[in-house]
């Protein structure tokens, strides 16, 4: 039943778009390639929630994360007065943090959702903080036009342009579902999350694999963030993230903890408020901008709403692993 | 609290959060030192500000007032055992209400029209809270994710009726009308009247969660849902009531906010109030007594962040670092176990899915 629905919202976007595409490729074509700009951030979040949830560990903090990578690519990128520089410092951060949550969700068995509760609190705390005026980046990381495909009418003018963390992205992606499905890594990792004293076990240590994954998480997550201040708009504000993190879950859980499930989802997102846009610039509706800002909030509780109760999470999800004292 | 046998005087309750925040200022001050200033002198500012004069604990007492319900708001649903972070989202619906129901009622008694806004308040509080508590009943969707979404939705919803419908005309601010002189909470004894309501709420709910029926079927829920179940008690009408009484009282807070301290809604003011309920309730150890400590002593950091941003040049942000590291020490076990053997905390996370 998923399937039917998956293929008709694809014959659906694919009537609509040529149908737009008829009335004026030019905007029809750059909503699309805005709606992956948009989609991007959500996208590489929900992988971390994905990499997270499927060895266990529920991550609510990936918003704290790419605060707090966006904020710290974005200065030390400023003060180096070097973009790719900061790309390294945001991913670091995201590691970091990815150890944090390891630290205190596997070793110290605290419970997941307060730890975090406590990741998002610090990285607003720490970042409206440190926060100071008047930076700025020597310039955003440049996007690059794709040989060959580029020149192709439609497709080009979708996918070419991108900058080189969604490329990465998306080729991330892709790999992700590979490995995670393809590969003992993944079915280790599926392991862990489904029933972790079966894995142990049959030899996976636990505590291991969760901390590796949490970790490459944060990575990724740092990488989210990054693309936000470095890539998308180089700036830093507070509260810059404006709750994507938040979205990514209900993106991830959209798609059925599948990283291109969760990608279809994070598509579908961006095509929503890329779409309101072009609308609001063509002035075809009148809404009020808060209208607007509303709309990912409402679409990620609408979506959680219908979605709960019918997938199912990873079964180990949340609980700390106790080994078996004999 | 499962009884043990032998009862002896358990010194954690006090110990940790002591602990936590003397930690949470010492990493603080280090954070204030590597910019160059010294710590010492920027948390005497803070603290003398806060405490040193009646003046100073008058204005403490006003800022812990919101903190005491919003802490107690999110403290009787961790009771429950849902996390509710969307005191915020329930708070500006609350003071958003009551500024509306306190300038568009002209010509009441104030004995009528203040009730009146506090009601209002309340109400619209608790009908945001009741989204995320029949969601979380009815459709196993994590009330975490959805007051979080709620929160932002609330925001850009009172920004909305601000701006438009609800403007005070001919000015161009973001701000309803100035309420009514009758909707106005007077002080008493000069100090913010609303500080009694709250402490008086904090004290029913003790009462509450300590000798009625009510309070124990939230407690054992809470603590096994799987018990609370099988002993016959409705796990959906105590996920709905308490996110519902949790919702009532931040959008209380919210009222108090408007109808004594603002006067009007606006939508600068407020910011982060619930927010801090997080901390305070943690930090009071979703104890409704605990909660008015703790509140007063954030009140008396916010209160002071500006003078120690004059007096010693600390960005007032330093206080949501501080809040931020005393969450972190509150609830990072490392503490708790310094002073206490058996892991003791409220656990909520169960997957998304129930």
Redesign the interface.
């Known amino acids: 039943m998923k399937i039917r629905i998956s293929y008709v919202i694809t014959l659906a976007f694919i009537a609509l778009f040529t149908y737009f595409y008829r009335q004026d490729g030019a905007i029809a074509t750059s909503v699309v390639y805005t709606a992956i700009q948009f989609a991007l951030p959500l996208a590489l979040a929900a992988m971390v929630g994905v990499m997270c949830e499927r060895t266990g560990i ?1 991550n ?1 903090g990936i918003e704290g994360t790419m605060l707090l990578s966006a904020f710290t690519a974005f200065f030390v990128g400023a003060i180096l007065k070097d973009t790719i520089k900061g790309l390294i410092a945001g991913v670091l951060t995201g590691v970091i943090v990815g150890l944090l949550l390891a630290l ?1 969700a596997v070793s ?7 730890a975090g ?2 990741i998002n ?2 990285a ?3 970042t ?2 440190l ?1 100071r005026q008047n930076y700025s980046i020597p310039s955003t990381l440049s996007p690059i036009d794709l040989p060959i495909i580029g020149t192709w009418p439609i497709i080009g003018p979708i996918l070419s342009f991108h900058g080189p963390i969604t490329y990465f992205g998306i080729v991330f992606i892709i790999g992700l579902w590979i490995a995670l499905y393809r590969t003992p890594w993944g079915l280790r990792s599926r392991a862990v999350g489904e029933h972790p004293s079966s894995a142990d076990t049959a030899g996976v240590s636990v505590t291991k694999l969760r901390y590796l994954n949490v970790t490459i998480a944060g990575a990724i997550g740092g990488l989210a963030g990054a693309y936000l201040s470095l890539e998308a708009v180089g700036i830093f504000e507070r509260g810059f993230t ?2 994507k993190g ?1 979205t990514a ?2 993106i991830m ?1 959209f798609g059925r903890w599948n990283p291109m499930g969760a990608f279809a989802a994070a598509l579908f997102f961006g095509l929503a408020q890329a779409v309101t846009n072009q609308l609001m610039i063509d002035e075809v509706v009148k809404i ?1 901008p ?2 607007i ?2 709309l990912p ?2 679409l ?2 609408i979506i ?2 219908l979605s ?2 019918k ?4 079964a180990a ?3 700390p692993y106790e080994k078996e004292k004999t | 609290m499962a009884e043990t046998k032998v009862r002896r005087i358990d010194l954690g309750p006090f110990f940790v959060p002591i602990l936590s925040i003397i930690v949470a200022l010492a990493v603080g001050g280090a954070m204030i030192a590597i910019q160059k200033i010294n710590p010492l002198l920027a948390y005497k500012v803070l603290f003398t500000t806060a405490f040193g004069s009646v003046d100073g604990i008058a204005t403490t007492l006003a800022k812990a007032t919101p903190l005491i319900l919003s802490g107690l708001a999110v403290a009787i649903c961790l009771r429950a055992g849902l996390f509710n972070i969307g005191a915020q989202g329930q708070l500006i619906a609350g003071a958003l209400a009551s500024a509306w129901a306190g300038y568009s009622f002209v010509g009441l008694p104030r004995l009528i029209h203040i009730p009146l806004a506090l009601l209002f308040g309340a109400f619209f509080g608790a009908l945001v809270a009741l989204i995320a508590g029949a969601l979380k009943a009815f459709r196993g969707v994590h009330e975490v994710i959805t007051t979080i979404m709620l929160n932002s939705i609330v925001i850009s919803l009172a920004e909305y009726l601000a701006s438009t419908p609800f403007k005070e005309p001919d000015q161009p601010l973001t701000r309803t009308p100035k309420i009514e002189d009758s909707a106005r909470i007077p002080d008493l004894l000069g100090l913010p009247f609303g500080f009694f309501i709250a402490v008086a709420v904090s004290i029913f709910l003790w009462w509450l969660m300590r000798n009625t029926t009510t309070g124990f079927r939230i407690e054992t829920i809470g603590r096994n849902k799987n018990a609370g179940w099988y002993a016959g008690i409705s796990i959906k009408r105590v996920i709905i009531l308490s996110m519902l009484v949790g919702g009532a009282i931040a959008g209380v807070a919210g009222a108090i906010e408007t109808l004594s301290i603002v006067g009007r809604f606006e939508p600068a003011f407020n910011a982060g109030l619930g927010f801090d309920g997080i901390t305070v309730a943690l930090l009071g150890r979703a104890n409704p007594l605990g909660v008015i400590p703790a509140a007063i002593l954030i009140g008396g950091m916010r209160a002071s962040g500006s003078t120690v941003q004059f007096e010693a040049g600390v960005a007032p942000e330093i206080v949501d670092l501080l809040l931020a590291l005393i969450l972190f020490f509150v609830t990072a076990p490392l503490l708790a176990r310094l002073f206490k053997k058996r892991h003791d905390g409220v656990s909520l996370t169960s997957g998304w899915g129930n």
């Open positions: 529920v609510i205190m110290w068995k605290m419970d997941q959702i307060i509760v406590i609190i610090l607003a705390g720490l409206s903080f926060y404006a709750g938040f879950l209900a859980i009020p808060q209208f800002n509303m909030y409402v990620t509780i959680l709403a709960a109760g997938v199912r999470p990873p999800e949340g609980i």
